[in-house]
């Protein structure tokens, strides 16, 4: 109905006083003075209460949430980071799922868990496969119970400027989309029982400009991304008992296949052994990110944060001369060439391979 058009023209909303640019600019004035009052009383009560968490963290040390009897979900658990993650949990008297594409080294790793008296079941799976990986969690439901811990650790890297479409559609699908799988397999149980912890081992190439690793970083960007997502949906939802923590480390010392492919000028490896007490500290805790080594936070936030792009981009070169990554050809060789070739033919969430 059009009010000004039915004798309300001199009522309190009449067009002459929608229209009247003074007024209009007063309600706008305090409008945005209410809005930037509030912002500020918001950013300055979060400060404090972060100030203040951390200073209670520093004289009151709460106690470690325990994972004994507790179900953990690792993949890319045959080797490396996954394997030293699994034996981590073993320790403290986890139930361990261990996930790989290679049966081989995951039974390996299994039976290492077990004899440090600790349970584990290896399951093979291809992340990638969106299918494979709800069965896969319906299956160690049924075997060991509710996931209570998923570390998304499984993921592949390529290193070169010239990179296929072969590596570019493997690497999305088990970088990004396999943790997406398993986050959104595993989290109708975490909301159900309101808890839960997912850790996602991103890179510090999602923080930093690294161009040998365009694709690897772009793939770690939007793992990191997603898991903050996951992080704040959660607590929209008012699950304040599910954690979601990215994992940010640099170059690790994780394969001695890759280590034969990179010989680098300046050793700038950080060793398995940091990134595994970093993450443990940060699920004991509930933290919701991790740089490692943690004093490269601070050139971190100079060089993203406070430097011109050409000079930030320039100082980077100067780091990356340092790296000898392994080319094309090398990183065909490596572990995860096959992970690459069965991936990559992965479309629509349907596994296209030909038998081979």
């Known amino acids: 109905m059009d009010f000004v058009n039915e004798g309300w023209e001199n009522g309190p909303t009449s067009k002459r006083e929608l229209m009247e640019p003074g007024k209009i600019k007063k309600d706008n004035i305090f409008i945005m003075a209410y ?14 209460a972060a100030l203040f968490s951390f200073l209670w963290r520093l004289i009151v040390r709460p106690e470690p949430k325990s994972l004994k009897g507790r179900v953990c979900l690792v993949t ?54 969106k299918k494979d990986v709800e069965e896969l ?4 439901e049924k075997d060991l119970g509710p996931v209570y811990l998923l570390i998304n650790n499984a993921a592949v890297v390529y290193s070169t400027p010239h990179i296929d479409e072969e590596f ?3 690497s ?30 991103s890179s510090l190439s999602s923080k930093i400009v690294m ?16 898991g903050e997502c996951v992080r704040a949906e959660l607590l929209f939802a008012d699950k ?10 640099t170059v690790m010392n994780s394969s001695e296949d890759y280590l034969r492919c ?45 430097m011109p792009s050409r000079t930030s981009t320039k100082l980077m070169k100067l780091v990356i001369d340092k790296w000898n990554f392994p080319n094309r050809e090398q990183t065909k060789c490596l572990p995860w060439g096959n992970i690459i070739k069965e991936s990559s033919l992965i479309e629509n969430n349907k596994d296209v391979r030909t038998e081979r």
């Open 168 to 170: 570019i559609r493997a």
């Open 35 to 48: 809005g930037m009052a509030y912002f500020l009383v918001f950013v300055i009560w979060e400060l404090l």
């Open 240 to 249: 304040n008992n599910i954690f979601v923590t990215n994992v940010h480390p």
């Open 76 to 129: 890319g658990s045959g080797r490396g980071l996954g394997r030293e993650f699994c034996l981590a949990l073993a320790k403290e008297g986890a139930v361990i799922a261990c996930a790989d594409i290679n049966e081989a080294n995951n039974k390996t790793t299994a039976e290492m868990v077990q004899e440090l008296g600790a349970k584990a079941v290896a399951y093979k799976i291809n992340v990638a496969i």
């Open 262 to 306: 990179t010989q680098m000028k300046v050793n700038m490896f950080v060793e398995m052994e940091e990134v595994v007490k970093a993450t443990m500290d940060a699920i004991h805790y509930n933290y919701d990110e991790v740089i490692i080594p943690p004093i490269s936070k601070y050139p971190l936030i100079l060089i993203t944060e406070m």
């Open 211 to 226: 161009p040998p690793l365009n694709i690897y970083g772009a793939t770690k960007c939007s793992m990191a991304y997603f």
């Open 172 to 201: 999305f699908n088990v970088n990004v989309m396999g943790p997406i799988w398993l986050t959104n397999a595993v989290l109708p149980t975490m909301k159900m029982r309101d808890e839960g912890h997912i850790v996602n081992i």
């Open 137 to 140: 969690v319906s299956k160690i």
